[in-house]
Structures are given as structure tokens and as C-alpha cells.
């Protein structure tokens, strides 16, 4: 019996190991400029406006074998908003939008991930702003994998999401046309 045992136990290590190698914790690679947080919102009902967040972190594991136990978190420096116009810019920062004083940050936490197929999946998790955490969820779109030019490897994901602005607590009237805000987030991770 012991014989028989042994071999099923190495098997087993084998396996777990094999499991184990596929599986990775990506870093989000905002040092290369290679990762995104960009909004849109409608100016009036009669253009878009679009502006990007220029500071925020995170990190991301994804293990195409087990792509559902899948997990990200961002956080953001809700200062560094950015819609290319100083004053525009100053007035998103204060009490009437993000008011950065009190909110430096704001985070998305994943709490599931499941795919519809290799490259596409449904995110849900908490999503903080301006002081207020709600659950929210998006679809992401897997771009690509692989080996980089530096020996190392990464993973690209997108995704989309609407959030309504009196959610988070922003009632600063913009007009009928303008009470959501389009997020999408642009991520490449490269592997731990």
C-alpha cells in the first residue's frame, strides 16, 4: 500500500506545482506609462470631454488556468485629475466634484471575476470616490499575453464602466445630459 501511495502523493505535488506555475500577480505598469485611467463626460449634450487620472497604483493576479479566482486593485490619486485645462481642472478638484481634500483617493477592490470565455469577463467589486463605496460591475476584454523585449512577462486588460455622478455624492448641476461619467481603464501588468 505504501508503495502505491507514493507515487499518488508525488503526482498530486506535481500537479499543484504545475498549477502553481501558471498562476502570477501582475504589478500595474503606470512607471512605463504603459496603463490608463480615462473618463468621458458629455459637455452640454453637444461634445464629449475627456480627461485621465495621471497618478495611481495597482495590482492584478490572473492565472489563465483558473482565470475566475482572478483578483485587481487600484487605487488612484484623485489629485492628479488631468482634462487639459488648468481651471477646469482646480474646480474638479474642490467640494463641487472630488473634493481632493477630503478624498486624496480613490480604490477599486475586486470581489469577483468570471470569464464568459478566454478573453472576456465581468469585474464586481467596491469602487470608492469622493467618499462614498458602492459595488459596481464592468466587462473587461483581455488584449494579450507574453514574453516582453526585457526577459520579462505581461498581460493587458480593458475595461469600461458608466458610474452616475449623484452616486458619489457629486450633485453639481452639469445639465441633463451630463449625470454619468464613462471610465475605461487601460491596464498592462507585468509579472512579479
Known sequence: MKKLLAPIALAGTLMTASNLAHAADYVIDTQGAHAFV????????????????????????????????????????????????????????????????????????????????????????????NGVTKTISFDIEKIGEGEDPWGGYRVGFLGNTRIALKDYGIDYNLGPASTHVDIELSIEGIRK
Not at 463626460?41 to 495597482?58: A, D, P, Q, V
Not at 488631468?82 to 463641487?96: F, T, W
Not at 477630503?102 to 477592490?109: D, L, Q, S, V, Y
Open 38 to 129: 480615462n473618463f468621458k463626460i458629455k459637455h452640454l449634450g453637444y461634445s464629449w470631454l475627456y480627461g485621465r487620472f495621471n497618478t495611481f497604483s495597482g495590482e492584478f493576479s490572473y492565472d489563465p488556468a483558473n482565470a475566475n479566482a482572478s483578483k485587481i486593485n487600484v487605487v488612484i490619486d484623485t489629485a492628479s485629475i488631468d482634462s487639459n485645462h488648468a481651471e477646469r481642472d482646480k474646480h474638479l478638484r474642490g467640494d463641487d466634484f472630488l473634493n481632493v481634500a477630503e478624498n486624496p483617493k480613490a480604490t477599486f477592490n475586486s470581489s469577483s471575476v468570471v470569464f464568459s470565455d478566454a478573453d472576456n469577463a465581468t469585474v464586481t467589486g467596491e469602487f470608492s470616490l
